[in-house]
């Protein structure tokens, strides 16, 4: 028993370092990254079964632990584990064909897609009675889920009494998070802005005919793993953060941790300006805005100006050479724009960042 207690103790510390979010998007960016690179290898049903079995074993045995169950457990966030196992589930599975058809196209053999195309059947009576008897498994199990879990409901709203923490709903909460590290014009406006519009300039910017009707990586590389990093870094892991990792006050709790609400964190962010000014040449802030933050105001012409040159020289060199200077340069804008997220959410993490220029005389800070 004390064995026992002592490697849950050591897992439990493990699991409580790699949440720490300076620590967990960076390792997830890593596990994306070498997912994608082998995932030939690793999308293996004898590969990938193991993983996801330790992964469940590490789940259900944390759930002994009662502040993680009644997180994981709380009605709000069942729909968010549902939500990660499935999108898990099918990324697995999008990977396994795309390696399959990959593999077989190297070979100089159909895909999966091309050999079913060969097997037809009709939509009445095969089609509509698969997807009746879909309906069917789906409206129980949502009916049992009704029963079984209580509905999260609370009481009248109050301006006495607010929920500590107050959170937005689970679709939301990675724009809530976003809203930490960013002002409202940025995070609610030009972000989800520059989405729809990069969504939108896809079919423009990505003319590659290959890969359209059946799964594959090796033929749509860059577009998928921007996408994968787009969704599942950017978006799910936020969600995650907010849902399992913000706790009372708006603080960082680990998944074992009771969120106290008179925890106390000592923390006190600081502007690239008073970084130069007072901390580098110990001086005060000079008055006049633009000499106040010309040091952040250099660092971000740097970013942009030699953002896209190192992208062209680097990543993306195979890209500039297959684009023209238009598409090239919007592809290199969205992808600077979605970057400013990690850099400035991890720098407010590790130096305690706030605004790498900050000018409330008119209400720009960035």
């Given at each position: ?208 005919p290959r890969g359209n009707g059946y799964y594959t990586l090796r033929e749509r590389r860059f577009a998928i793993t921007v996408f994968l990093f787009g969704f599942i870094i950017f ?108 850099i400035k959410m991890l720098s407010r993490w590790l130096f305690n960042l706030k605004y790498i220029v900050y000018v409330p005389e008119y209400f720009i800070n960035f």
């Open positions: 028993m004390t064995m026992v207690a002592s490697v849950g103790s050591f897992l439990k510390a493990v699991i409580t370092f790699v949440a720490a979010p300076q620590i967990l998007l960076p390792l997830a960016a890593v596990a994306l990254v070498c997912t994608l690179k082998f995932y030939r290898t690793l999308t293996k049903p004898k590969v990938a079964g193991p993983i996801g079995l330790g992964i469940l074993a590490l789940l259900v045995g944390s759930c002994f632990d009662p502040n993680f169950r009644g997180n994981i457990l709380r009605p709000d966030n069942v729909p968010i584990v549902l939500l990660l196992v499935s999108v898990f589930f099918f990324l697995w599975l999008s990977l396994r064909r795309a390696a399959i058809n990959d593999e077989a196209t190297e070979r100089g053999e159909p895909t999966l897609e091309g050999r079913w195309r060969r097997e037809t059947v009709l939509v009445w009576p095969d089609l509509v009675m698969i997807e009746l008897i879909c309906l069917i498994c789906v409206t129980a199990a949502l009916v049992f889920w009704a029963i079984a879990v209580p509905a999260p409901l609370e009481e009248p709203a109050s301006a006495a009494l607010t929920p500590n923490p107050s959170k937005a709903p689970w679709y939301f909460l990675g724009l809530q998070e976003m809203l930490v590290y960013f002002d409202p014009w940025y995070a609610g406006v030009v972000l989800p802005s520059l989405i729809v519009v990069g969504l939108m300039a896809i079919p423009f910017i990505d003319t590659n978006w799910l892991v936020l969600i995650t953060i907010g849902t399992f990792l913000r706790g009372a006050n708006w603080n960082f709790f680990g998944p074992y941790d009771y969120w106290d609400p008179h925890r106390q964190v000592p923390l006190k962010n600081i502007n690239v300006s008073e970084i130069f000014w007072v901390k580098m040449l110990g001086r005060g802030l000079p008055d006049t805005w633009p000499l106040r933050e010309a040091p952040g105001l250099v660092l971000v012409a740097l970013y942009i100006v030699l953002g896209p040159l190192l992208l062209a020289k680097t990543v993306l060199k195979k890209l500039r050479g297959d684009m023209n200077p238009v598409r090239f340069s919007v592809v290199v804008i969205l992808l600077l724009f979605m970057m400013t997220m990690p």
